[in-house]
C-alpha cells in the first residue's frame, strides 16, 4: 500500500499526486514511469513519473481523468492509499548516460502537449541541474489547460502555444515549433516530445525535414509493464519492440505512429461499455 | 495381489459445463479414493519412481503412510522434500516422471501418483491449523530471493528451515510468479491452493514484498552492497513472450498467450464484476502453438465464450503439451489443426485481426530435438477466419537482471549461467528455474530452487 501525502489539482481533470514510495523515488531517473493499481480488482496502468525526490521518498504522478481507472485514481484524497505503485520502469532517458562534457555542449527543444508537461519536468529539471537550460514549448488546447508552467519556469526557458491563443503562441506546437527555428534561427541538436500520440507524429513529421533528431515517449497500452506482455508492441524503424522494456522512449522518426495510435485503441470498445456501466456518484470510488 | 485393483478413477467436472466456467476441472480423489488407489503400490525396492521425480520425493513411503490411513505422516513425507504438493499433485507432468516409470505401468495402468500427492497436499492444508509453526532460531544471515515463483518458493523455504532470514521480492502486485499469472484457476485454483500453499511458506518466517522489480527498483548489486544481504537467489523466471515475425502480427487482436493469461488469471478479467482489467475475444479465437501454455490459452478462450482452435505446425504425436490437457481441451469442444502453420495474419481495413493464412505441413526428417520437422506442402495455403489470433510459441528470461547485474553471465539464449547447484559467475549469487534453463516446468523450478538452497547454505557456511 502507497500513501498518498498530497494532492493538488492543476486543471479541471488533471491531478498531481506525490506518493511516498521511497524505494521508487530512490532509483526514479528521468524518462522513466511506474505502473499505479488503484485497489484490489483494478487494472495495473502506467503512468509517467513527474518528480521524486530522494529525501521525503515521494514520488510525483500526474494523471488525467480517461478513463474508468485514472477516473479512480484521482478520486482518492491525502492520507489514503494506492494498492501497487511498482518501479521505476523503462530505460531513463538517454541524455542521462551521455558524458557531462558532451552533454553540456548540446541544445535541447522539448515539446510538451496537455498531461505531457509531467513526464518532461524531470528531464528539463535534471539538465538543469547538470548545467543545460533547455527550451520547453509548453501546448494546450486552451489556457486553462497549460500545466506545470511556474515549475518548468524555474528549470527551463517556457514558450507557450494555446490552440485557442487565450494564451502565449496562438496555434500549435508545431507553429511555434517553426517560429523558433525558422524565424527565430534557433539550433538544437535534439527535440524530446512528450504529449498524445496525435500530437508527437506531427511534430515528428516537423522536425523531420530538418533533420532534428526526435525522441518521443510513447504511452502505449500495457499490463504488467516489465515485459512480459507485450501489449505494449510498438514498431520502430521496422523492428517490433516493446515500449516497456525497450523505451519508453524512442527515435520519433521511426516509429510507426498510425499503428502505434491504432493499438492504443484496442479496448476502447470495452472502456466505453464499462464508463457507461459505472454511473453511481461516487465518482469512481 | 493389490495391483489387480484398477487405478481408480479421478472425478472431473462435466466437460460441457466446465467449458463455460472457470471452476477446477479435476475434482481429486477423496479419502475412500485415495487410500484404494494407495493400495495399488508395491512399494518398490529400488523405486523407479523416486529416480524420476526432480525432487525425489520418497514416492512409496508417503503412499505406504496413506495405505494405513496416517495422512499426516503422509504429508510430512512429502514436505521432506517438496512445499508444494498441492501444486505439484495438479501441474507436474507425471506420466513422463514419476507414473512414467512406475513398475505397474509396465502391463498395465501407473499407480496415480499424483492425484495422491495432491490429495496429501490439499489435506496438509486443509489441517494447517493442527501443526504448530516451528521456532527456528535465526542463524544470523539475510537471503534475498528475486521471484515468487516455484523455484523462489522452493529456495525460500528451504532456506528458512535452515535458520536464515529470507525476504522475497516480487515484481508484480501478486505472489506466486507463473503460479499466478499463467496456469489458469481451472487448473490450479488461486486462492484455495496457490495463496495457501504461499501462506505455508510464510509460516516458516519468510517474508514477501510485492511491486519490486530487481533490475529496476533495486539492483543485484544494491542487494548485496547496500541491503546487507549474505546472498541472492535468482529465481526470475522466463517472461519474455516470442512471436513469429510473421506479417500482421502486430495487428489489433494479436497478442501473446501471456498477456492474455495474465489478464485473464492474474488481473481476473474472467470475473468482469470483480476486475476492471478488459479481456477480448470476439467470436473465434486461434491459439498458435502446441505446450501447456497453448492449451491453457485456448481453454480459457473457450471459457470466455470464443469458439477456439489449436493451429500447431507438426503432428499430435509431437505436441508437448501433456496428453491430459490436450484431452481435456479435446472434451471441452477445442479443434485441433495439426500439420498446419501460419503464415500471415490477415487484417480488415481498420486494423483489426480477421483470419489468420496458413499451409499445411508433413513431417520430413528428425531434427536437432528428435522430433520430425515439419515441411511446407507448397500450395496448400487456406484460410481460417477469426478475430482474435494468440502466440503461444514459448518464452524466454527477462534480461532486466542480467543487464543490470555486474559479472553475471548470461548464455546467448539470454539465460544465467549457473552450474548444477545453481551458483552464478557472481560470488554470492545463485539462480534456478526458468531463469537458467528457459521455460521449463513447475517441479524442475522447485528443484532447482532446492538445490541452491543447499548450495547457498554451504557457501554462506564457509563464508
Avoid at chain 1, 562534457?101 to 547538470?130: D, M, S
Avoid at chain 2, 534475498?144 to 515484481?171: M, R, W
Avoid at chain 2, 477445442?334 to 481498420?350: K, Q, S, V, W, Y
Avoid at chain 2, 531463469?435 to 513447475?442: D, F, K, L, Q, R
Amino acid at each position: 500500500m502507497f500513501k498518498i501525502v498530497e494532492k493538488r489539482q492543476l486543471s479541471e481533470n488533471i491531478f498531481e499526486m506525490k506518493i511516498a514510495a521511497e524505494r521508487v523515488a530512490r532509483a526514479a531517473q528521468p524518462g522513466q514511469f511506474v505502473i499505479v493499481r488503484v485497489k484490489e480488482g483494478g487494472e495495473r496502468i502506467p503512468l509517467t513519473i513527474a518528480d521524486y525526490d530522494v529525501e521525503a521518498g515521494t514520488v510525483t504522478i500526474v494523471t488525467q481523468t480517461i478513463g474508468m481507472s485514472t477516473r479512480k485514481i484521482c478520486a482518492l484524497e491525502v492520507g489514503e492509499y494506492l494498492a501497487d505503485f511498482a518501479g521505476p520502469l523503462g530505460r531513463p532517458s538517454e541524455f542521462v548516460h551521455m558524458p557531462l562534457e558532451e552533454l553540456k555542449q548540446r541544445k535541447y527543444l522539448f515539446v510538451a502537449g496537455g498531461v505531457g508537461t509531467a513526464p518532461v519536468y524531470p528531464q528539463v529539471k535534471w539538465l538543469h541541474e547538470h548545467g543545460v537550460t533547455a527550451d520547453v514549448i509548453i501546448g494546450a488546447k486552451t489556457k486553462d489547460l497549460l500545466i506545470y508552467i511556474d515549475e518548468m519556469s524555474k528549470v527551463g526557458r517556457v514558450h507557450i502555444a494555446t490552440d485557442d491563443g487565450s494564451e502565449g503562441y496562438h496555434g500549435m506546437v508545431t507553429g511555434l515549433m517553426k517560429e523558433l527555428i525558422e524565424v527565430e534561427g534557433r539550433k538544437y541538436d535534439e527535440c524530446v516530445c512528450i504529449g498524445p500520440m496525435i500530437m508527437m507524429k506531427f511534430v515528428c513529421l516537423t522536425t523531420k525535414p530538418w533533420e532534428l533528431q526526435t525522441t518521443v515517449s510513447l504511452n502505449a497500452l500495457m499490463v504488467d509493464g516489465t515485459g512480459m506482455c507485450g501489449a505494449c508492441r510498438v514498431s520502430v524503424g521496422g523492428k517490433t519492440l516493446f515500449t516497456c522494456v525497450d523505451g519508453p522512449e524512442f527515435d520519433g522518426h521511426q516509429v510507426d505512429f498510425d499503428e502505434a495510435m491504432r493499438r492504443q485503441a484496442m479496448y476502447k470498445n470495452q472502456e466505453r461499455i464499462a464508463n457507461e456501466e459505472h454511473k453511481c456518484n461516487c465518482y469512481g470510488k | 495381489m493389490a495391483n489387480k485393483i484398477p487405478r481408480v478413477a479421478v472425478r472431473e467436472q462435466d466437460p460441457k459445463l466446465r467449458a463455460a466456467n472457470f471452476e477446477e476441472v479435476c475434482y481429486g480423489y477423496n479419502e475412500e479414493e485415495a487410500l484404494l488407489e494407495a493400495s495399488r503400490c508395491l512399494n518398490c525396492k529400488n523405486p523407479r519412481c523416486v529416480a524420476a521425480c526432480p525432487v525425489n520425493i520418497h514416492i512409496p513411503d508417503f503412499i505406504h503412510h496413506l495405505t494405513e490411513g496416517n495422512i499426516r505422516a503422509a504429508a510430512d513425507t512429502i514436505h521432506l522434500d517438496s512445499s508444494l504438493p498441492s501444486i505439484c499433485g495438479r501441474v507436474c507432468p507425471q506420466e513422463s516422471q514419476c507414473e512414467g516409470s512406475c513398475v505397474l505401468g509396465i502391463k498395465g495402468e501407473a499407480v496415480a501418483i499424483g492425484k495422491l500427492e495432491r490429495f496429501v497436499g490439499d489435506w496438509a492444508l486443509e489441517h494447517s491449523d493442527e501443526v504448530e509453526a516451528p521456532v527456528i532460531e535465526f542463524n544470523g544471515k539475510r537471503v534475498a530471493v528475486v521471484g515468487s515463483g516455484p523455484a523462489g518458493l522452493a529456495c525460500a523455504s528451504d532456506l528458512a528451515k535452515l535458520g536464515y532470514k529470507v525476504d522475497v521480492f516480487e515484481a508484480l502486485h501478486r505472489l506466486g510468479g507463473v503460479l499466478s499469472y499463467g496456469i489458469p484457476e481451472f487448473r490450479l485454483p488461486k486462492d484455495r491452493v496457490v495463496a495457501r500453499e504461499i501462506n505455508e511458506v510464510k509460516k516458516l518466517g519468510v517474508r514477501f514484498e510485492t511491486d519490486v522489480i530487481i533490475g529496476r527498483t533495486m539492483t543485484i548489486d544494491s542487494l548485496l552492497d547496500e541491503e546487507g544481504y549474505d546472498a541472492v537467489f535468482v529465481g526470475s523466471g522466463a517472461g519474455l513472450p516470442r512471436f513469429m515475425g510473421i506479417e500482421g502480427e502486430n495487428l489489433n487482436g494479436v497478442l501473446s498467450a501471456n498477456e492474455f493469461l495474465t489478464r485473464v488469471n492474474l488481473m481476473g478479467a474472467w470475473d468482469p464484476e470483480h476486475s476492471d482489467t478488459p479481456v477480448y475475444v470476439g467470436r473465434k479465437v486461434v491459439v498458435v502453438g502446441g505446450g501447456n501454455v497453448a492449451m491453457d490459452a485456448v481453454r480459457t478462450a473457450k471459457r470466455l465464450g470464443a469458439e477456439a482452435v489449436i493451429v500447431y505446425r507438426r503432428g499430435e504425436a509431437e505436441l508437448p503439451a501433456r496428453k491430459e490437457e490436450v484431452h481435456h481441451a479435446k472434451e471441452e469442444g477445442i479443434e485441433f489443426r495439426m500439420l498446419t502453420n501460419p503464415t500471415h495474419i490477415i487484417g480488415t481495413e481498420d486494423g483489426w485481426v480477421k483470419g489468420i493464412n496458413c499451409i499445411e505441413m508433413e513431417l520430413g526428417e528428425p531434427d536437432a530435438s528428435g522430433r520430425r520437422s515439419p515441411v511446407e506442402k507448397a500450395g496448400s495455403d487456406f484460410v481460417i477466419d477469426c478475430d482474435v489470433v494468440i502466440m503461444a510459441l514459448g518464452t524466454s528470461p527477462n534480461p532486466l537482471i542480467a543487464s543490470t547485474t555486474s559479472g553475471l553471465n548470461i548464455n546467448r539464449r539470454g539465460c544465467i549461467e549457473a552450474n548444477e547447484m545453481g551458483a552464478t559467475s557472481r560470488e554470492g549469487v545463485f539462480a534456478g528455474g526458468d531463469a537458467v534453463t528457459g521455460a521449463a516446468t513447475v517441479i524442475l523450478a522447485m528443484g532447482a530452487g532446492r538445490k541452491a538452497a543447499k548450495a547457498i547454505d554451504e557457501y554462506l557456511k564457509t563464508k
